[in-house]
C-alpha cells in the first residue's frame, strides 16, 4: 500500500521564485511517489554559505537582510507557491492524501516587523509556522553559524522582540520551529511557549557533532513537550565526519531517526527533508526515494504503526495541538 508521507522541510518555492532548476521534488510525479507534501520555506534571500571541504570548519554568515528586502523576498516566494500545483493548508482536516499539501512556513523571521504589525496579515494569507532565524542574527534572535565540530551554543538568546513573537505565535495558532536557533534561544522558547516545541529540519548532535544539530538535553526538552525532531536529509549534517560528500547510506539517515526515536520515543520523530535546499544522500536522491527510505525503515524493525507516526501522524498530532489554539 502507498505511504503517505509528510515531510517537515522544502525549499521548493525559493528554488521556483528564483528559476533555478529543481532537483528533489516533481511535482507532477509526487502522488506517485508517495510525496503528500508539508512545509514549504519561504525566506529572505542571502548569499548560501560556502560547503565545507575539510574539518574542522566555521562558516562566515551574511550581514542581516533589511526588512524591507526580505518582505520582498517573502512576497515572490509565496506567489510562486501559490502558483504551483498544491493546496494550501490552513486547518489540520485540509491536509489530506493523495495530493501535494503545502504549509506556509517562514524560515526565519525577518518579513515579519519588529513591533509585529504585520504578523496578522500574514497569517491571514497563510502563514503556519515560522522559524525565527535563518542562522543570521535578526531583530528576534541569534541563529547557529555552520560549525564543526561545535556545540549549538554559540551566542545570545531571543530579544524582547523575539519573545514578544513567541507569545504572539501561540495566541495564533503559527507553529514556532527551534531549527536553526542557538542554545540560548531554543531554552528561551522552551520556557515560553504553551504548545509543543519542534524542529522542523534538524537532527541528533550525538551522531554528527554540529552546531545544527540538537544536543540530547534538547532532544528530552522536545520530547517533554510533546514536540516532533523533523530529520534532516543534508549530508553534512548526517555524517559523523561533518563533511558534505553525498556518498551516505539511507541506514545513516535511519540511524538518525533511531537515536531520536530510542531517546525521546517513536512519537517524536519525523522526516524534514530540506529538499531543494542541500545535497542529500545519493541513495535517497530526492522525494522519488522516499519510499526506499521507508524500507528501510522497515528493515530496521519499524512496523506499520511505527512507519505511520513517522510518515505523518507525528506531524499532523504537533499540527493540530498548535493550530488548535488560534480561534480563527
Do not use: K
Amino acid at each position: 500500500m502507498r505511504p503517505v508521507i509528510l515531510d517537515g522541510h522544502n525549499d521548493l518555492a525559493l528554488r521556483v521564485f528564483l528559476e533555478h532548476e529543481t532537483v528533489h521534488i516533481d511535482l507532477r510525479r509526487a502522488r506517485e511517489l508517495a510525496f503528500d507534501g508539508g512545509f514549504f520555506a519561504l525566506s529572505a534571500i542571502g548569499p548560501p554559505p560556502d560547503r565545507p571541504t575539510a574539518v574542522p570548519y566555521a562558516l562566515p554568515l551574511d550581514d542581516p537582510i533589511p526588512f524591507e528586502q526580505a518582505v520582498a523576498d517573502v512576497e515572490g516566494q509565496l506567489a510562486a507557491l501559490e502558483g504551483l500545483d498544491v493546496s494550501i493548508a490552513l486547518r489540520v482536516e485540509d491536509i489530506r492524501p493523495g495530493r501535494v499539501n503545502a504549509i506556509v512556513h517562514f524560515e526565519g523571521a525577518e518579513a515579519i516587523a519588529p513591533d509585529l504589525s504585520n504578523l496578522e496579515d500574514w497569517f491571514e494569507r497563510g502563514l503556519r509556522s515560522l522559524g525565527i532565524v535563518w542562522s543570521r542574527p535578526n531583530a528576534f534572535g541569534e541563529g547557529v553559524p555552520f560549525r564543526f565540530p561545535s556545540s549549538p551554543d554559540t551566542g545570545s538568546g531571543l530579544t524582547g522582540q523575539g519573545r514578544d513573537l513567541v507569545r504572539a505565535c501561540n495566541d495564533l495558532g503559527v507553529m514556532i520551529d527551534v531549527a536553526h536557533l542557538n542554545e540560548a534561544g531554543f531554552w528561551d522558547v522552551a520556557a515560553l511557549t504553551q504548545v509543543p516545541i519542534v524542529a522542523t529540519h534538524s537532527n541528533a548532535h550525538a551522531i554528527c557533532p554540529t552546531t545544527r544539530n540538537l544536543t540530547d538535553r534538547q532532544l528530552d526538552a522536545i520530547g517533554a513537550s510533546g514536540g516532533v525532531v523533523g530529520i534532516n536529509f543534508a549530508a553534512m549534517f548526517l555524517r559523523e565526519d561533518g563533511l558534505s560528500g553525498t556518498d551516505v547510506p539511507l541506514e545513516t539517515i535511519v540511524r538518525h531517526i533511531d537515536y531520536v526515536a530510542s531517546r525521546i520515543g517513536v512519537e517524536h520523530v519525523a522526516f524534514g527533508s530540506d529538499f531543494e535546499g542541500c545535497e542529500v544522500p545519493d541513495e535517497l536522491g530526492g522525494a522519488a526515494g522516499l519510499p526506499l527510505l521507508v524500507e528501510a525503515l522497515r528493515a530496521a524493525g519499524h512496523d506499520d504503526e511505527s512507519l505511520a507516526l513517522i510518515t505523518h501522524r507525528n506531524w499532523l498530532r504537533v499540527l493540530g495541538s498548535t493550530w488548535l489554539s488560534s480561534t480563527r
